[in-house]
């Protein structure tokens, strides 16, 4: 049993041994806890969207005589819903490669503009379709080792969520900049920002500020997380500011130093 205690105390062998096996012992039932509540998410998450397609499905099965614009309707909303199943579904492939790839990265000299920029061409038509505009404010070139692979898609997953959370016509500033031996990003919108009791939760895995709206916009509930655990596995951090209706900071440090690498 994963939760059993033994109750031995005093300073003696045995007293020292009985509280390092209650500490596996607690540090034991933690994982099997979070191992739990992982595969229970992860049903949760992919049953919404099954349950939302089997419902479209039967509705149309149910009814005799359908016009054709109303197929295409249901068609369109369960296509919809598949897409969702997908991108669920390379997240959790992407966070089990990370799991995997601890101690894999593959660190290049690499531009963090680049990056950047790279991003920010691809979410063009996105923000454009919003009218948000998106400013990028750098002195510098900032070249660091990283993961160039894995680090972009750390910067994408906030970027997009930065459009994908603030309403049409806001604005998007990511300043680069060096500070001390780190690289910062800061990626600032004008977007619905985070409540403040959601704040310590944000990158936890699945986590959502609003399941329904957050639905409206697409995503997992897994972003932030693969963010964080990218950011983390290079041995920096990232961290958010945000105040409700006004917007949302999420601040990105990487270490400059080549030997904090290796
Ligand atoms: P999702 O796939 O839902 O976007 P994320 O892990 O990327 O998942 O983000 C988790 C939640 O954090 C989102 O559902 C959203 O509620 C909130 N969030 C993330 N970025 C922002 C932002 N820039 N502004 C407001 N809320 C945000």
Same mark, same amino acid.
């Given at each position: 049993?994963?939760?059993?205690?033994?109750?031995? %105390?005093?300073?003696?062998?045995?007293?020292?041994?009985?509280?390092?096996?209650?500490f596996?012992?607690?540090?034991?039932?933690? +994982?099997?806890?979070?191992?739990?509540d992982? *595969?229970?998410? *992860?049903?949760?998450?992919?049953?919404?969207?099954?349950?939302? =397609?089997?419902?479209?499905?039967?509705?149309?099965?149910?009814?005799?005589?359908? %016009?054709?614009?109303?197929?295409?309707?249901?068609?369109?909303?369960?296509?919809? &819903? +598949?897409?969702?199943?997908?991108? /669920?579904?390379?997240?959790?492939?992407?966070?089990?490669?990370?799991? %995997? %790839?601890?101690?894999?990265?593959?660190? &290049?000299?690499? !531009?963090?503009?680049?990056?950047?920029?790279r991003?920010?061409?691809?979410i063009?038509?996105?923000?454009?379709?919003?009218? =948000?505009? +998106?400013? @990028?404010?750098?002195?510098?070139k900032?070249?660091?080792?990283?993961?160039?692979?894995?680090?972009?898609?750390?910067?994408?997953?906030?970027i997009?969520?930065?459009?994908?959370?603030?309403?049409?016509?806001? #604005?998007?500033?990511?300043? +680069?900049?060096?500070?001390?031996?780190?690289? *910062?990003?800061? *990626?600032?919108?004008?977007?619905?920002?985070?409540?403040m &009791?959601?704040?310590?939760?944000?990158?936890? #895995?699945?986590?959502?500020?609003?399941?329904?709206?957050?639905?409206?916009?697409?995503?997992?509930?897994?972003?932030?997380? =693969?963010? !964080?655990?990218? /950011?983390?596995?290079?041995?920096?951090s @990232?961290?958010?500011? $945000?105040?409700?209706?006004?917007? $949302?900071?999420?601040?990105?440090?990487?270490?400059?130093?080549?030997?904090?690498?290796?």
């Open positions: 049993k994963l939760n059993e205690r033994v109750e031995m %105390e005093g300073n003696d062998e045995i007293g020292q041994l009985s509280r390092a096996y209650n596996m012992s607690t540090k034991l039932s933690h +994982i099997e806890k979070q191992r739990r992982f *595969v229970a998410n *992860v049903s949760h998450e992919l049953k919404t969207p099954l349950s939302s =397609i089997k419902l479209l499905a039967e509705s149309l099965i149910m009814q005799s005589k359908v %016009e054709v614009g109303i197929y295409r309707e249901f068609l369109i909303d369960i296509n919809s &819903e +598949i897409d969702r199943l997908n991108e /669920i579904i390379d997240s959790l492939l992407n966070m089990v490669d990370l799991d %995997e %790839e601890k101690l894999n990265l593959n660190y &290049e000299l690499t !531009h963090i503009n680049h990056i950047v920029e991003i920010v061409t691809s063009k038509p996105l923000a454009d379709n919003k009218d =948000i505009r +998106i400013l @990028i404010n750098q002195w510098e900032i070249q660091i080792y990283v993961d160039k692979g894995k680090i972009y898609q750390a910067l994408m997953n906030i997009h969520n930065a459009v994908k959370y603030t309403d049409n016509g806001g #604005r998007i500033t990511i300043h +680069i900049e060096r500070e001390g031996k780190f690289a *910062v990003i800061k *990626v600032r919108d004008t977007g619905h920002g985070i409540p &009791e959601s704040l310590p939760f944000i990158f936890e #895995r699945f986590y959502r500020v609003d399941s329904a709206r957050s639905r409206k916009t697409g995503g997992s509930g897994l972003g932030l997380s =693969i963010s !964080h655990q990218i /950011i983390t596995l290079h041995q920096g @990232i961290e958010v500011e $945000s105040q409700l209706n006004i917007g $949302s900071t999420f601040i990105i440090k990487l270490p400059n130093d080549i030997n904090q690498q290796f």
